[in-house]
Structures are given as structure tokens and as C-alpha cells.
């Protein structure tokens, strides 16, 4: 068995609770903090699933689809987290564009590599 199948989905766990609990520690009161602390999770569990069980061709395209639901997935909560939801609104309003496309950005950068 090799490595990245034996450990892709405990590296992507692994790397993805350690983000979120960086990223709540950060700024613990803070309105995205909790939010992004669930989907760095999520997105390191998602990650991992798709290591494990996307055909390695079409892990590029399947990772930025992922990427890209785990950021909106975090733009969903910052709204519902936050209060006033006119806070989260605003927060998401500026913050969406660039995350989403940050996650494509970085899909086609592990394409080259």
C-alpha cells in the first residue's frame, strides 16, 4: 500500500483540525472564527475523501468543486453565526469573491505541479 493512500485521509483530518483550532485561537471572539473552524475541518475530512476515492486524473477538477462548496459552506455560516445577520452579510459581501476564487486558484496550482 502506498503512502498517500494509506495516509491522505488522516493527513487531510489531521491538517484541517489543526487549521481550524489556528484559525478559533486566533480570534476567539471573533464572528468568523467558529465558522471557520467547522469548515477547515469539514475541509480537511473532504479532502481526504477525496484523495482516497477520486480517480487521481480527476482529483484536480473534484478538489476545486470542493473547495470551493467548503468556502461557500463558510460564507453560509459566517451569516447564520453572526449578529446581527446584517454584520455577517456585510462580512460576506467583501470576503466571498476572493475566498472562492482562492480555492480555484489553488486547485489549478496543484494542477501544474
Known amino acids: 500500500m502506498s503512502g498517500g493512500i494509506l495516509f491522505g485521509p488522516w493527513v487531510g483530518i489531521a491538517t484541517g483540525t ?12 471573533g464572528i468568523t472564527s467558529v465558522p471557520c473552524l467547522i469548515t477547515s475541518i469539514i475541509a ?7 484523495n482516497r476515492k477520486v480517480k487521481k486524473e480527476k482529483q484536480w477538477s473534484i478538489g476545486i468543486f470542493g473547495g470551493m462548496m467548503c468556502e ?32 480555484v486558484c489553488i486547485g489549478l496550482i496543484v494542477l501544474l505541479v
Open 18 to 29: 489543526i487549521a481550524g483550532v489556528h484559525r478559533y485561537l486566533i480570534d476567539i471572539n
Open 44 to 50: 480537511g475530512i473532504t479532502a481526504g475523501y477525496i
Open 72 to 103: 461557500s459552506l463558510t460564507m453560509l455560516l459566517v451569516v447564520l453565526w453572526a449578529t446581527p445577520t446584517a454584520l455577517g452579510l456585510d462580512i460576506v459581501s467583501k470576503i466571498a469573491v476572493p475566498m472562492i476564487a482562492g480555492s
